[in-house]
């Protein structure tokens, strides 16, 4: 990596401070970097030189002091015009921005002025998070349930899909899993976003599910709850490919519903079906901010919509 010290410095005040994921330092890295190297750029100091080649090592508390919000903005445009990306992405890329001059300011004081303060934020769509409805749940389950496999992996594939639907895990949550996690008590300890530890109680499904594959689980000398065709901790992308396979076996549009999407299905699941408060949701999910976990309520509010729209009186106009 390339990083200027400064960089250097807030990922690991990131990291080591703030509880950062490494995936999501990267993604703090990444999108800085890109910020910099707009900023050479834009003040005309990497002439001649191919955007992804600019340096940002020199980047110093000179040129971070200099930056205005017309900079900010203007790398907005940027993105608009030559990255073609959503505003979603945007607003990923000037959050991270807004985090690094935060920490510049307020929290090392090494720039007086934070171009970041009061910027307006690329507008974000509000839609829906996809998932399957209670029938395409169990539809996927059986499918794993009568595949043609050997075990443990059957077991396997069935304990883990049948975690994802009830629990409500993340990938990396469920694919770092290890033994010791699993308590008498039918309570798994999971390790989350930040490092932050929850508590997830597992109910008869995932009981019976763990048990079955805990019987077939090969006796190795590892921690790993789930385990490889090596007996190996099985890898988050061999957990994406297996899923995909059952999803595509199921009848069901694999670019539609994925791993992340069966984590957005047990969260509405427990919201419809559940009666489920938006706090005890909160806490299941792992979510830091509850308005991460109030897209689950708009899921609920299209749902009463739809059901209204049902009305067949809702077609019969006044003349």
Do not use: W
């Amino acid at each position: 990596m390339i990083k200027s010290n400064l960089l250097d410095d807030f990922l690991d005040y990131m990291k080591s401070t703030k509880g950062a994921s490494e995936s999501t330092v990267k993604e703090y890295y990444y999108d800085i970097r890109l910020f910099l190297r707009f900023l050479k750029q834009r003040r005309g100091l990497a002439k001649d030189i191919e955007f992804n080649e600019i340096d940002i090592e020199d980047v110093g508390i000179e040129m971070l002091s200099s930056v205005k919000k017309q900079d900010i903005y203007a790398f907005n445009a940027f993105l608009e015009k030559t990255r073609n990306v959503s505003n979603r992405t945007k607003y990923r890329k000037v959050s991270s921005i807004r985090a690094f001059f935060n920490y510049l300011s307020t929290k090392i004081d090494v720039i007086e002025y934070n171009p970041i303060e009061n910027i307006d934020m690329p507008k974000l769509e509000k839609t829906l998070p996809q998932y399957l409805d209670l029938n395409e749940a169990i539809s996927l389950l059986e499918t794993i349930n009568k595949a043609e496999k050997k075990e443990p992996y059957k077991s396997r594939d069935y304990a883990i899909a049948t975690l994802f639907l009830n629990c409500g895990m993340r990938l990396s949550e469920l694919s770092s899993i290890d033994l010791k996690d699993i308590s008498k008590d039918n309570t798994l300890r999971v390790l989350g976003k930040g490092n932050k530890e929850r508590t997830i109680y597992l109910n008869k499904a995932c009981q019976n599910a763990l048990d079955i594959y805990l019987k077939n689980r090969p006796k190795v000398d590892t921690d790993a709850l789930f385990l490889s065709m090596r007996n190996t901790r099985i890898s988050n992308r061999a957990i994406q490919h297996m899923i995909e396979k059952y999803i595509i076996e199921t009848g069901l549009d694999p670019k539609k519903y994925t791993v992340h999407k069966l984590r957005h299905t047990a969260a509405t699941l427990m919201y419809q079906y559940g009666n489920a408060d938006i706090r005890s949701l909160q806490e299941i999910l792992g979510h830091e901010s509850i308005t991460t976990t109030q897209i689950y309520t708009h899921v609920r509010s299209e749902q009463l919509k739809q059901t209204i729209d049902s009305n067949p009186l809702a077609i019969v106009d006044e003349d």
